[in-house]
């Protein structure tokens, strides 16, 4: 191929340079800005966690006041936003609408467009993170035909999204601390994992100078996959299907067939246990103490498949881990989020890892516009035939 590596997938190609997220595979290590996953999931809060991959550092109380502030001033969406609702179905899945109504942004914020004036890149910023939860639980009130409720601004910024989810107009909403914190969990083990598919597409898309709403849309999009963020629901989907522990065994049988892969294992750079499953397990069992569920079938079920899997040759030497979205459904489902939900939680948390390597690569001055080669394996040159030739 000449001067050019071909490397399908990319499995050996680093395509930028980047100081936010800090993955080693080999040894299941994740740190965002140095900060250990473990750590961060256990004594920091979500929005706290987004101040840090977008600025470098943890926030201060004066800082991180401020930044709860702006980001509070931004959740709701304009009038004329919500209106769009009501040209999708009913049963659209809300990826679908997320796709579009996060794209439709740009059509309300033209100073999102000169994307190399900071001050613009950091309001839109802090516009996508406001945004994206209010976008998020309306698409979900939109497909079980309920009010819309407004953004509250006493709650925190998980609180506000569950009470956007779950409030009524007629009753008043008081959060389960346990559930809240449990989100926040996901979201902040969510947030960031350096160039995965859909981060990848968001500096591709952004490469070109594209705003940063189609940018994140253009994420959104790659992100609903069953390989990538629609593996929650996937999995969740896999431990109804299997339904019972005696039909474990048959299972990963028809997985080390090759007739279906083991949805929630497996991942392209943890060669080890993903760290975040590890949190996502503990996070799963209090959340079912909480909710007197700790017999929840489909908890122990997803438990023995891990125990069977990780003693299985075929797991062990193709070195498949749970990965953390083996025991994210679970959680989630237990919170109360239906199925079709899922992977637009894993959008709303990766906003953030999202505009934050957006913004890292546009503000690298010398960033250029991304551009792959191929390995041409077509028709060699021909001339053409008239149709009544051919
Ligand atoms: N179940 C069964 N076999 C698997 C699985 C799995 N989940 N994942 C990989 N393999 C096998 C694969 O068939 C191949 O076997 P062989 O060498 O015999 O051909 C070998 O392991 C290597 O797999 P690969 O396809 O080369 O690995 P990859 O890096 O291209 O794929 C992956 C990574 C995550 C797409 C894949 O493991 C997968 O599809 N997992 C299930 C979906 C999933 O849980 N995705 C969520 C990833 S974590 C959340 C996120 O960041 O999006």
């Given at each position: ?27 299941g ?6 900060y ?10 979500f ?37 769009f ?36 890149r ?61 989100l ?5 083990l969510?947030?960031d ?36 963020g ?13 339904g ?6 048959d ?47 489909l ?9 069977t ?20 459904g ?45 390995l ?11 149709l009544?030739?051919?």
């Amino acid at each position: 191929l000449g001067v050019f590596t071909y490397d399908p997938a990319f499995f050996s190609t680093s395509s930028c340079t980047s100081q936010i997220t800090f993955i080693d595979g080999d040894a299941g290590l994740l740190y965002y800005r140095g900060y250990p996953i473990e750590q961060l999931a256990d004594k920091s809060d979500f929005l706290e966690v987004c101040y840090l991959l977008l600025k470098g550092e943890l926030p201060n109380k004066a800082q991180k006041d401020e930044f709860k502030s702006v980001i509070t001033r931004h959740t709701m969406v304009h009038d004329q936003l919500a209106r769009f609702y009501n040209g999708f179905r009913r049963d659209a899945h809300p990826m679908a609408v997320m796709v579009g109504v996060v794209g439709a942004l740009s059509a309300f914020y033209h100073d999102s467009l000169d994307v190399n004036n900071p001050q613009n890149r950091e309001i839109s910023a802090h516009r996508l993170l406001a945004k994206v939860p209010t976008i998020a639980a309306m698409a979900y009130k939109y497909n079980i035909g309920e009010t819309f409720m407004h953004p509250r601004n006493k709650f925190s910024y998980v609180e506000n999204f569950m009470y956007m989810m779950f409030a009524t107009p007629a009753e008043e909403y008081v959060p389960n601390p346990v559930l809240v914190r449990a989100l926040e969990r996901i979201f902040i083990l969510h947030a960031d994992h350096e160039q995965n598919a859909s981060t990848s597409t968001v500096r591709l898309a952004g490469s070109s100078g594209a705003n940063p709403f189609a940018c994140i849309a253009s994420g959104i999009a790659a992100l609903w996959g069953p390989a990538h963020g629609g593996a929650n629901e996937a999995a969740l989907k896999m431990l109804e299907e299997i339904g019972d522990v005696s039909r474990v065994a048959d299972y990963v049988q028809g997985v080390k067939d090759k007739k279906y892969k083991l949805m929630g294992f497996g991942h392209r750079v943890y060669k080890n246990m993903d760290p975040r499953a590890s949190v996502m397990r503990q996070t799963c069992y209090e959340v079912l103490k909480e909710l007197n569920l700790e017999n929840d079938k489909l908890f122990q079920l997803a438990m023995e498949l891990e125990k069977t899997a990780l003693n299985d040759s075929y797991f062990i030497e193709r070195k498949l881990y749970p990965n953390v979205d083996f025991y994210s459904g679970i959680v989630l489902r237990a919170i109360g989020i239906p199925t079709n939900m899922f992977t637009v939680i894993f959008a709303v948390a990766r906003t953030i890892g999202w505009v934050s390597q957006w913004n890292e690569m546009v503000g690298d001055a010398e960033q250029k516009i991304g551009r792959p080669r191929q390995l041409y394996r077509g028709a060699t040159r021909r001339d053409f035939v008239p149709l009544a030739k051919r």
